[in-house]
């Protein structure tokens, strides 16, 4: 599955999308960046609420396929830009984690 | 990171990669607030490098020189409505009274604060890994303080590498003594 598959579902909006061909092969949830950095994993989708301009960092040396933010969470509009600059694909969803991690496991 | 010893371990190492000969680690805690200040005598940066080092970005993963210690520690302060405050002095324009200043101050009482954690491990890593360096280590909370110097232990030691196994072990088990004696 790809970034754009997932944007097929009403349930996902994107926020930045440099490279919406990126294949999903597995999911990653956490929101302690450091801990998730040395976690998550290439073609992850990565689950989380935090939105500072950090998770572009921990997205770019995870080499995540995208972040999503859950319950709706969104970034400014400095951070979208870094997010467009990095090739860092951005989605939010106003569903919880939780239900979101059920979702992906639906589809991959 | 899950404890600030983590935070004080990665800042530090900044410290020692830029070459100090003498890292000063102090936490000092009231009821509500916690301050850490990491201060070292190394090259220091330039005003336009000391801009960017909050920024993850400043440099691309193969050549980064700051990693994510400042970003993350900033972070974790300012999500406890505190913040951190850096000031440096780069060996080119101060060749006699170079280094840096790293201030983070945390409000303890907030939610999100993440507790200090094994700060013993942290220091006695520290000097297990840098020992030709110097570390100076201060933790005062309200009244009562605890001071390790390891430019005295040196002298004592008499030629003895302060990485010698017995003498982190000690060092350990007389830091652990000292927080049971004076914090309990």
């Given at each position: ?26 999911v ?29 960092a ?20 400095t ?6 600059d ?23 | ?9 990665d ?9 100090a ?37 400043t ?9 994510m ?19 440096s ?11 840096t200043?790293v ?14 954690g094994?700060?013993?491990?942290t220091?006695t890593?520290l000097?297990?890994?840098?020992p ?17 110097d390891t ?11 302060i ?22």
């Open positions: 599955m790809t970034v754009r598959d997932l944007l097929t579902s009403e349930k996902f909006s994107a926020i930045s999308l440099p490279d919406e061909s990126r294949e999903i092969r597995n990653y949830i956490g929101d302690l960046l450091s801990w998730v950095m040395g976690r998550a994993k290439a073609d992850d989708a990565w689950i989380t609420i935090m939105s500072n301009v950090n998770i572009l921990v997205a770019s040396l995870a080499d995540t396929s995208c972040i999503i933010l859950a319950e709706g969470v969104t970034v400014d509009e951070i979208k830009a870094t997010a467009m990095k090739e860092i694909n951005i989605l939010t969803t106003n569903m919880n984690i939780y239900e979101t991690a059920i979702y992906l496991n639906g589809l991959l | 990171m899950k404890e600030l010893s983590l935070n004080i371990l800042i530090t190492e900044n410290s020692v990669k830029a070459g000969t003498l890292t000063e680690i102090n936490i000092t805690e009231t009821d509500d607030d916690l301050v850490l200040t990491i201060m070292d005598n190394g090259c220091g940066m330039t005003p336009e490098i000391l801009e960017t080092v909050t920024n993850p970005f440099t691309t993963r193969t050549t980064r020189k700051v990693g210690g400042i970003p993350l520690l900033k972070m974790a302060a300012e999500l406890t409505g505190g913040e951190v405050v850096i000031t002095k780069h060996i080119a324009e101060f060749p006699n009274d170079h280094g200043v201030k983070a101050t945390f409000s303890k009482k907030h939610i999100d604060f993440t507790p200090l094994d700060v013993v491990s220091i890593t000097i297990q890994g840098h030709e360096t110097d570390f100076l280590y201060i933790h005062r909370i309200n009244n009562n303080e605890i001071v390790f430019r005295e232990i040196k002298e004592t030691l008499e030629g003895v590498p990485n010698t196994y017995e003498v982190i072990k000690w060092i350990e088990e007389y830091l652990r003594e000292q927080y049971l004696q004076i914090f309990s």
